[in-house]
């Protein structure tokens, strides 16, 4: 599957945000899906994932309470709300594929097979 990220942009703090993640191919409904961030001189980290049907999603705690993850199998659309934007939240933000079929996302960069190109948010304090 290939995947692209968008909706990134240079906001102030306390302001929202939605990035999407467009899924090319019939086959998007097979994988579960995440988001993860990397800020410059930091290692990639998880930020939140979702199962194949959505019923089950997960978060990084500095996260959890502002940000939700969503899908849109028919579209094969993947999105990630922010909400209440802080500095620390600056990264190039990551859409990633997990094709392990688990009834739980994986919270591991490692455990993901395809990833998007990453979409920059700025956000100014």
């Known amino acids: 599957v290939q995947l692209q990220a968008s909706g990134g942009g240079l906001v102030q703090a306390g302001v929202s945000l939605r990035l999407s993640c467009a899924a090319a191919?019939?086959?998007?409904?097979?994988?579960?899906m995440g988001w993860f961030r990397q800020a410059p001189g930091k290692e990639r980290e998880f930020v939140a994932a979702i199962t194949r049907g959505g019923g089950t999603k997960s978060y990084a705690d500095a996260v959890k309470g502002r940000f939700t993850i969503s899908r849109n199998n028919g579209i094969n659309m993947l999105y990630l709300q922010m909400t209440s934007l802080k500095f620390e939240d600056t990264a190039v933000y990551y859409c990633?594929?997990?094709?392990?079929?688990?009834?739980?996302?994986?919270?591991?960069?490692?455990?993901?097979?395809?990833w998007g190109q990453g979409t920059q948010v700025t956000v100014s304090s």
């Open positions: 191919g019939r086959t998007f409904t097979l994988y579960n």
């Open positions: 990633a594929a997990d094709r392990s079929r688990t009834t739980r996302p994986h919270r591991d960069a490692h455990d993901y097979d395809f």
